[in-house]
């Protein structure tokens, strides 16, 4: 199993970046997917997730409306779309997948079991 996280990078508070996650080694339309964040001296944290259909997504309070998650299913890649960035949004982001879990798991960091090596992303002025 592969993913490789990109599209990070540096960007003012109000902007926004679409952070992508490429997938291989796995069957990619069985596979729940989710973006989870680090901040600096912080532990790990649930962003986003997405169902194998592609049809449910679950997002954190925190990003709620600000952020989209997506799916490309013949180009095996997830998509995060992020607006109107604040500086708490820094850190770390990390794709990860499993096999279909129940929709109550989706937010759960300990369902996934396999996991990119994540991109940073910096919000300041």
């Known amino acids: 199993v592969q993913l490789q996280a990109s599209g990070g990078g540096w960007v003012p508070p109000g902007g926004s970046l679409r952070l992508s996650c490429a997938a291989s080694?796995?069957?990619?339309?069985?596979?729940?997917m989710t973006w989870v964040r680090q901040a600096p001296g912080k532990e790990r944290e649930f962003a986003a997730a997405?169902?194998?259909?592609?049809?449910?997504?679950v997002y954190a309070d925190s990003v709620k409306g600000r952020f989209t998650i997506s799916r490309d299913g013949p180009k095996n890649i997830i998509y995060l779309q992020m607006n109107s960035l604040k500086p708490d949004d820094t850190a770390v982001y990390y794709c990860?997948?499993?096999?279909?879990?129940?929709?109550?798991?989706?937010?759960?960091?300990?369902?996934?079991?396999?996991w990119g090596q994540g991109t940073l992303v910096t919000v300041s002025s």
């Open positions: 080694g796995f069957t990619f339309a069985e596979s729940d």
């Open positions: 990860a997948t499993t096999p279909r879990v129940a929709y109550s798991a989706l937010a759960a960091l300990s369902s996934y079991d396999y």
């Open positions: 997405i169902r194998w259909s592609g049809g449910t997504t």
